[in-house]
C-alpha cells in the first residue's frame, strides 16, 4: 500500500511538472520578460524555473511577481530572449538537465485543449485546372482538350486544433475545345468544405498539411458559335491536399492540388438540353489572413 501512495504522488508531480504560459511582453534590453502566471499561480520572487520552446531551453529567475503576472530575468547574460510577444512556450520547474527536455512534444500534447483559441480567416485562391476525362449527353465521343482559370474567395473557422469549416463562391471560365468548335464556359458556384491539418512540421519551416472534402453548387452558361446554353452546375466531392507556410502570426501562403467531379445541365435557347459529366484535376496557390 506504500509502494502505491509514492507511486501516485510520483505521478501526480509528473502530470504537473509542466506549464503552458504565454509571453505577454518582453523588455527593451531583451534580458527579461513577462509571462500570464503570478502568485495565484505558486510563482513567488526568487524562484527559477525553466522555459523552453523550438528547441531553445532557458532559465530564468522570477524578478517581480503580482497576482496575475511574473517579469522574469534570463540567468545568462549574454542570451538575449529568444522567444516573441503572444508565444506560447513551456515552463518547467525544475532548472536542471536541459538536454533531457523535449519542448516541441509537451507543447503539442498540451496545446489542443490548455491554449487553442479558434480563429476565424479570409483567403484568396487562384488555381488553373485541366480535364482528365468527359461525357456529354447527344453528343458522339469526340476527343476534346478542357481548361481554364478559378478564383475562390474563402471564410474559414476553426473548430479545433485540427478541424475547420470553410465558404465561399467560386468563379470559373473553361476553354474546351474539339474538333469542329471552340466553346467558353463560365460558372458562379458556393463552396463549402471540411478540412482537417495535420501538426506542424518543425523542420519544414513550420508548414501543416492538409487535407478537404467539399462540395458547390451554382450557376453555368456556355457559348459557342453564337449559342448559348445555361443552367445549373454541382461539384461533388471536391478531394484537396494542400501545403500551408505561415508568413506571420496571421498569415499563411498556400500551395493546393485537387481533383473534382462536375456535372452541369443546361438548356439551349430553342429548349434543347444537354447535361456534361467531367473530372478536372486543380492546382494553384492562394493566401489566408487570420482576423486576430
Partial sequence: MRVCFYLLIC????????????????????????????KKDGIHEGKKA?????????????????????????????TPVPFRKGEVVTMYDATEHLWALTPETIKRQYIRSEVFRPRVSIGGHFSFFRGLSASVSEAA????Q???????????????YNFSMAGGFRYTR??????????STTQALAIAELRYYFDKMPDFYNARFGLGLGM????SQTTADGQTSSGRALLLPITKASLNFPTSDLGVFVLEGSFESARTEEEFEDGRDQSSNVDNFRYGVGFKRYFE
Fill in 50 to 78: 525553466t522555459f523552453t520552446s523550438n528547441n531553445v531551453s532557458l532559465i530564468a529567475k522570477a524578478i517581480s511577481v503580482t497576482r496575475n503576472f511574473t517579469q522574469w530575468e534570463i540567468q545568462n547574460d549574454d
Fill in 216 to 219: 458547390g453548387y451554382g450557376q
Fill in 174 to 183: 473553361e476553354i474546351i475545345n474539339v474538333a469542329q468548335a471552340s466553346l
Fill in 141 to 144: 465521343d469526340t476527343p476534346d
Fill in 11 to 38: 505521478l501526480c508531480s509528473l502530470a504537473h511538472s509542466y506549464e503552458l504560459v504565454i509571453i505577454n511582453g518582453i523588455s527593451q534590453t531583451g534580458y527579461t520578460f513577462v509571462t500570464r502566471n503570478g
Fill in 146 to 160: 478542357r481548361g481554364g482559370f478559378a478564383f475562390e474567395g474563402m471564410l474559414e473557422k476553426e473548430l479545433n
